[in-house]
């Protein structure tokens, strides 16, 4: 048996709002003591590809995505396949998980973040796990709703970071009791609820400018949608 520390949600700038290089993120993630990191950049796995290209990382990598589903985003943990967003919650779920992949519902129940808990709430009962700590919360209402869903049905709790810059990797911690050091093996020991988690909270005036600039992104994206077209 072996004890992994590990964030199990990361961003890079391989995600539309990343800030961060993968090689920063996972300087980082050593210089906090993590021994792995999974990179969940929306949509794609690019940046998980690019960190396991890596010659010596340094640092075990769980390669991974965050999908954006219908009714909210779903990790998927231990994959290189980039699943195509828009689809049902579940069916992305079942769909991962029938390709040995583990699944994860995070921030379950943040109103402004895509929470599959507020619309989609039996997919929660088919995911593999729950984030139950998501350190971009300045109110922990929705963490502790998470942990106590968690905690009723007896599903196994995780923490992220959700790190965007890679100031903040290492801000969710996960301390996974694996049978060996390997990515199947942190994966397995996910599942049987051998882990522990807890987070420190992002600074509020960190997570408020970051959704000010995701705002400003989306009304500029709305409003370049909305031009006439010049009629030739």
């Known amino acids: 048996m072996v004890l992994i520390t590990c ?87 079942r769909e991962a998980k029938a390709e040995g992949f583990l699944t994860v519902i995070p921030h379950p129940y943040h109103r402004w973040r895509h929470a599959v808990g507020l619309h989609a709430p039996k997919a929660l009962r088919e995911a593999d796990a729950i984030e139950v700590f998501n350190s971009r919360y300045y109110i922990g209402t929705a963490n502790n709703r998470a942990a106590k869903f968690a905690k009723k049905y007896h599903i196994p709790m995780t923490a992220g970071s959700d790190a965007h810059t890679c100031q903040f990797v290492g801000y969710g911690i996960n301390i996974i009791d694996a049978e060996e050091r390997t990515v199947p093996s942190i994966l397995d020991a996910i599942r049987k609820g051998k882990i522990e988690s807890r987070c420190k909270k992002t600074p509020i005036r960190t997570y408020t400018s970051q959704s000010f600039h995701n705002v400003v992104r989306k009304v500029r994206r709305q409003t370049s949608r909305l031009k006439p077209r010049r009629v030739r």
């Open 7 to 93: 964030d199990l949600h990361i961003h890079t700038n391989a995600s539309a709002d990343g800030k961060c290089s993968v090689e920063k993120v996972i300087a980082k993630a050593k210089e906090r003591g993590l021994d792995a990191i999974s990179i969940t950049d929306h949509d794609t796995t690019e940046g998980a590809k690019q960190a396991l290209g890596l010659k010596d990382p340094g640092i075990l990598i769980i390669p991974g995505i965050e999908v954006s589903t219908r009714q909210g985003h779903v990790l998927v943990l231990g994959t290189t396949k980039a699943f195509a967003p828009g689809k049902d919650a579940i069916e992305t779920i």
